[in-house]
């Protein structure tokens, strides 16, 4: 699937949008662009904190343990996938912590409203 942009100097400019998945899903990919790898983390941080909501909603797992235990899984999957599966060079992204931090609170909020919905669909009294 490709698009057609027409940019200000009067140029066509074309963009694919199956390219960032395919980037995104094979190893060892280039990634001129660095805000299009950050949107990759982003969106993948997204998914992960909705995915993970729902297995500890699912499971009923609660308090300090859940918490950290999701922020050490969304950390090491962030972490393994850009060292070991794209093999990037972090301080062209700003270092370690700054991908580790991309969309990290906005993951986070998403987990904490999912499993909290998940937890009490399932495992809440329902006193009525």
Request: with cysteine; charged share 20%; hydrophobic share 45%.
């Amino acid at each position: 699937m490709t698009t057609k942009n027409r940019s200000l100097d009067g140029s066509n400019k074309t963009k694919t949008s199956e390219s960032i998945w395919k980037k995104a899903l094979s190893s060892d990919s280039e990634w001129p662009d660095k805000d299009e790898f950050l949107d990759v983390i982003y969106w993948m941080r997204q998914a992960l904190g909705i995915i993970l909501g729902l297995c500890w909603g699912i499971l009923p797992l609660k308090g300090l343990f859940g918490l950290l235990l999701f922020v050490v899984l969304n950390a090491a999957v962030i972490y393994i996938y850009v060292s070991n599966f794209h093999n990037v060079d972090e301080e062209e992204f700003g270092g370690m912590w700054e991908i580790t931090k991309e969309g990290f609170m906005t993951s986070f909020a998403g987990f904490l409203v999912t499993w909290t919905i998940m937890y009490t669909g399932l495992h809440g009294n329902s006193s009525l």
